[in-house]
């Protein structure tokens, strides 16, 4: 069991609590997958499922839960089914077919490591094991089978064509041209943000929240993740591969619209906080006020990596 309470806590504290849990719950799905799979795509299967992410998606899948009232220690799965969809993501976002990158979380990109056809492997095989883990911590929760077809749609449509799958493809498809703000927000909203509301309002399914406070979390995550990604665009702008763990400066070279480049940098980095206040503003007056997702929510736009 955890704590029921949402104490205050820093979201450093949180992000090192979602990174031992969920580490620890992806390394047991790794282990499983090696025997499984076998061979180097078993091998190249851990290496991606054991990079070292910063678990923001998994500490808002755990704080969310919290803030709806759920106690259960089985959330760590479905903040490990989430953290699975975005590691497939950024297997594949790295692919020369992408965005073409060499490093990722401070380690060379699984097609650096393997090779490509093992990683595009890897990157498909993580969408079906994200299912696997998601059906395995609903069973431990004990949800409803109702509430975890809700679920699966929840994360599925987050990661498909009206989301993250959606989104990066205009993204690909606007490569090299100017877009404006508008559709500027309509790549990123599917591309980043689909996934990180979906983890807040897992969070709240896997609590049974009720219709008001999922409405509640889906727009705090709705404007969270916005606001991730201008912070994102920002530090890739701004900030050092070393610092990031990834190639900073990606953005330019590959002729990306950011909003650093369309708003400027300051301006960027005030839109980031205005977004994470009213994201928070959705929750005021629910059930799920949460500290800890203020604690994220700040975190988010003021982040260093
Ligand atoms: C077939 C068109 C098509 C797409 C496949 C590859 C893909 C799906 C989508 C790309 C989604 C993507 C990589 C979005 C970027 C999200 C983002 C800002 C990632 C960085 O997140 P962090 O900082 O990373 O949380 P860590 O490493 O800490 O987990």
């Known amino acids: ?56 998606r998994a500490a808002l899948v ?21 953290e699975t969809v975005h590691t497939y993501s950024l297997v594949h976002d790295d692919l020369p077919c992408m965005d073409d990158d060499d490093l990722r979380r401070g380690r060379a990109t699984t097609h650096r490591a393997f090779d ?26 004990g ?10 749609v929840e994360l599925f449509q987050a990661g498909g064509v009206e989301g993250m799958v959606g989104g990066q493809w205009l993204d690909l498809e606007a490569e090299g041209r100017r877009l404006d703000l508008a559709e500027l927000i309509a790549v990123h909203r599917g591309k980043t943000g689909a996934l990180i509301r979906a983890s807040c309002v897992l969070g709240g399914m896997a609590a049974s929240a009720g219709p008001r406070e999922l409405d509640a979390l889906a727009a705090f995550g709705e404007e969270i993740g916005v606001a991730f990604q201008i912070a994102d665009d920002v530090l890739d702008a701004t900030s050092t591969s070393e610092a990031l ?10 002729h990306k619209s950011t909003y650093a480049q369309v708003m400027g940098v300051a ?23 949460s500290p800890s997702l203020a604690a994220l929510a700040n975190y988010i736009v003021t982040r260093s990596s």
């Open 245 to 254: 763990g990834k190639t900073a400066g990606r953005d330019e070279a590959l």
């Open 1 to 56: 069991m955890i704590s029921t309470s949402d104490a205050p806590a820093t979201a450093e504290a949180l992000l090192a609590e979602a990174r031992r849990r969920t580490d620890a719950r992806l390394s047991s799905w790794a282990e499983r997958l090696s025997v499984r799979v076998g061979g180097r795509d078993g091998a190249a299967l851990g290496y991606a499922l054991g990079s070292p992410g910063k678990r923001v």
């Open 62 to 82: 755990i704080a969310a839960y919290r803030a709806a009232g759920g106690t259960s220690s089985a959330i760590d799965g479905v903040a490990a089914a989430v």
């Open 267 to 289: 301006r960027a980095r005030a839109e980031a906080l205005r977004l994470a206040a009213r994201a928070l503003s959705h929750l005021e007056g629910t059930a799920c006020v």
């Open 143 to 152: 949800v409803t089978s109702d509430v975890l077809g809700g679920m699966a």
């Open 116 to 141: 490509l056809p093992t990683a595009t492997r890897v990157g498909f095989l993580l969408v079906p094991v994200a299912a696997e883990v998601l059906c395995d911590a609903a069973l431990t929760l």
